[in-house]
């Protein structure tokens, strides 16, 4: 190599260094008076015309006096060639050395974010007036206009629950930022503007190199990859990327909407790195290089789904001076409502919340704050999990219609379904809500077993439609609810706090001998037993152990079935089991299911045996229009698969056993928590006062205390004095923690007393 510089630059080395290197190969060359850089690429006709291209670039930069390399001509007056280096053919170039210490090297300070923000804007106006045909043509997969070109390499990240977040932010590149790209004005830009490229001296930007990346592309996305590299690595993130970002716009005004697509393009930079980290360690598996900011930046793209993407978008806009956009008027918002719709659909929280988005665990307001969502159930593997948003749209434009037509989805899903389930439970009824499914099935009960009577549970609730009521105590039984019907048979919820049997060795078996009392005085019989494993409007209220293993064997000896509702408690919630009986060792004859199977689309389904489907077929015609529909089966497939694929189940298992212990040290700590209960991620905190009586005063106030902390929780049980916590699968113990802390400094707070 030292002969070929010799004799190709008239270049005397004192020392020829390798460098670190990612697709080319980088020397340090030290000669008596100065230091070059030495690069060497495959000889390859595309990368000789970009090489060019990049010269020109840099010549054209040092016209204007920027500080950036200067190209070092080969003796023969090119700047690029083809030259033999040990026995192979290399491409070739000479670059000048610019002196300083890296941004990487140094502790830096809010003076050089401002200085950088300045110098890079200057480097951006002196490209001004360049042309290369060859970069305009360059298809770049680093270029974030092209976040596209990386999705084949989602698959090689390894961990299902980061490639899903990966997925997420793809999506929303192509709802909210590829549509905008044609407005949005271009340039010739450096694309990546690291702390390994970027040349610093105390608070004062020096230099930049390696202009490998240069693209024609939208200037804002110069901005967003330099924003991306200065804070990745940062506790703060407006802290670092404000001062840069106004130095930056002092310089280059930039635009309301450029400005308003920063999160998105910030998160597209940080997709790139991580896939083109991963597909590099599948190729290159030695390469530490390849992948040095693969944790970093893993680490920012959770801090930016923390983040409200209103709340960076108004960060930035009021940093910069630019004009908002008018608030949004909550009392308007609520007004609007209130006048199209009935007083009876009612909100929660004494404070509504305007909601604009969602994110697994989180969700976003119209006002920039994000909250933990503690409390959503129906979004079971997290709000817009893109594996199931991709399922649906794929399949709403390919087919959407009844089950009166031949699809595949239809038997797919249904067996995928079944798999989860004993064998005997072989026949599917796809509807369209928890409700509808439960209506089903009492009209299933009846007609099989020709009896009208079913029994319930106390403070159960099982749906909206008429049948559903009429089968909910939480709903007949409410002052304002129509009452029990003759042909119900309420027994009482078997609840081991508080309950009728507080203490007793085997609570669950008396309870039981209760009900069957109740059974063997019921001259015509039963057409079904319906209960939830545990009580969610009871308060979340495990039915207690050996309960339905007594009951359900009498409930069949009195004709009839014995239905589980397992809308909520379903799919594994509850950590140690797929569906809720399984906790009990027992085999129900019908399961209902419903919205959480589709995320929080509208789905529901009885599931049951081929022996309750014939007696059912002999009646009157059963048909759902849109029940099992291609779109409701993809998107229930795709849950299924998530669940499978994220190892949800045992997420469940885990963080709600950590979730419980730490509300547990809590109730040591206040008396006002007189139970902690439930399973997995299914678990409700029973507040009572001095007097140990439901706390109803407290439940309100926690709630609406947690809501102002940005936690969303909710109340529910008789009194509604039970703090109930059922969040998306995908919950962590750090949100768990986040939770817990909230409630106890809530507690400190509340008063004492329930007056």
């Not at 310089?251 to 450029?258: D, R, W």
């Amino acid at each position: 190599m030292r002969e070929a510089i010799i004799k190709s630059f008239g270049i005397l080395p004192l020392e020829i260094k390798k460098l670190n290197g990612y697709e080319n190969e980088n020397y340090l060359i030290k000669t008596e008076e100065n230091r070059y850089i030495f690069k060497t690429y495959p000889a390859t006709k595309n990368t000789i015309s970009l090489l060019n291209a990049e010269c020109g670039a840099l010549l054209h930069l040092q016209k204007k006096n920027s500080k950036t390399p200067t190209p070092i001509p080969f003796l023969s007056g090119e700047y690029v060639k083809t030259i033999d280096l040990e026995n192979e053919p290399k491409c070739c170039r000479m670059l000048s050395f610019l002196p300083g210490d890296f941004l990487g090297e140094i502790e830096p300070s809010k003076a050089l974010m401002h200085s950088l923000g300045a110098f890079l804007a200057g480097v951006n106006q002196k490209i001004d007036g360049f042309h290369s045909d060859a970069i305009r043509a360059r298809h770049y997969e680093w270029d974030l206009q092209n976040l596209q070109l990386n999705q084949k390499y989602i698959s090689a990240i390894p961990d299902p629950k980061q490639r899903s977040l990966v997925a997420y932010f793809f999506q929303k590149f192509d709802l909210l930022v590829a549509p905008s790209i044609p407005e949005l004005r271009k340039a010739y830009i450096h694309s990546d503007f690291n702390e390994w490229n970027v040349l610093v001296e105390g608070d004062q930007a020096l230099g930049l190199i390696d202009f490998g990346d240069m693209v024609y592309s939208p200037l804002i996305n110069e901005v967003a990859t330099a924003l991306c590299y200065l804070s990745y690595d940062k506790d703060s993130f407006f802290d670092w990327t404000t001062p840069f970002l106004k130095a930056y716009h002092k310089v280059i005004p930039l635009k309301k909407k450029e400005v308003g697509l920063l999160y998105y393009l910030i998160a597209t930079k940080l997709c790139i790195s991580v896939c083109q980290s991963a597909n590099a360690r599948v190729l290159q598996p030695g390469n530490n290089y390849a992948s040095v900011s693969k944790d970093n930046a893993w680490k920012m793209l959770h801090k930016l789904l923390v983040l409200n993407p209103i709340s960076v978008e108004n960060h930035f806009i009021h940093a910069l001076g630019l004009s908002k956009e008018k608030t949004v008027d909550l009392e308007e918002k609520v007004k609007t409502r209130k006048r199209h719709f009935s007083r009876v659909l009612s909100m929660s929280y004494k404070q509504p919340i305007y909601m604009s988005g969602a994110a697994f665990q989180y969700m976003y307001d119209g006002y920039g704050n994000t909250f933990l969502d503690a409390y959503n159930n129906i979004p079971h593997v997290g709000h817009s999990h893109p594996k199931v948003v991709a399922a649906g749209q794929k399949q709403m434009a390919t087919l959407n219609t009844n089950t009166r037509y031949l699809y595949d989805l239809l038997a797919e899903y249904a067996d995928a379904l079944l798999q989860k389930l004993p064998k005997k439970l072989n026949k599917v009824f796809f509807v369209n809500s928890g409700s509808e499914a439960n209506d089903l099935a009492i009209r299933m009960a009846k007609k099989h077993s020709g009896i009208e009577n079913i029994m319930v549970l106390e403070h159960g609730y099982h749906g909206h439609t008429q049948t559903g009521i009429d089968i909910s105590d939480y709903k007949f039984n409410n002052p304002k609810g129509q009452g029990q019907k003759n042909h119900i048979i309420k027994a009482p919820i078997p609840k081991e706090f508080q309950g009728d049997h507080e203490g007793a060795e085997q609570p669950g078996l008396l309870y039981a001998k209760e009900a069957i009392h109740q059974l063997n005085n019921c001259p015509n019989g039963v057409a079904a037993f319906i209960a939830e494993p545990i009580v969610g409007c009871g308060g979340q209220v495990p039915l207690a152990p050996g309960y339905l293993k007594t009951l359900y064997p009498e409930v069949r000896k009195n004709g009839g079935l014995c239905i589980s509702d397992e809308v909520q408690t379903g799919f594994g919630r509850l950590g140690s089991v797929f569906w809720g009986y399984e906790r009990h060792g027992v085999e129900p004859d019908m399961v209902v299911i419903g919205k959480p199977m589709g995320n929080g689309h509208p789905i529901g389904a009885v599931i049951t045996t081929e022996e309750v489907a014939n007696s059912f077929a002999e009646g009157v015609e059963f048909f759902s229009s849109f029940g099992g529909n291609p779109v409701s089966c993809a998107i229930g497939k795709a849950v299924l698969e998530v669940i499978n694929e994220e190892n949800l189940q045992q997420n469940a298992l885990e963080v709600g056993a950590y979730y419980t212990s730490l509300l547990k040290i809590l109730q040591k700590e206040d008396a006002r928590i007189g139970d902690v209960r439930g399973e997995g991620l299914f678990l409700g905190i029973e507040l009572i006062n001095e007097k140990e009586k439901p706390n109803t005063k407290l439940a309100q106030f926690l709630k609406n205390e947690l809501r102002k902390r940005h936690v969303l929780i909710s109340t529910d049980g008789p009194a509604d004095s039970v703090i109930k916590t059922k969040p998306p699968l995908i919950f962590n113990k750090k949100n768990a923690e986040r939770v817990v802390s909230e409630i106890s400094r809530a507690l400190k707070i509340a008063p004492l007393k329930d007056e």
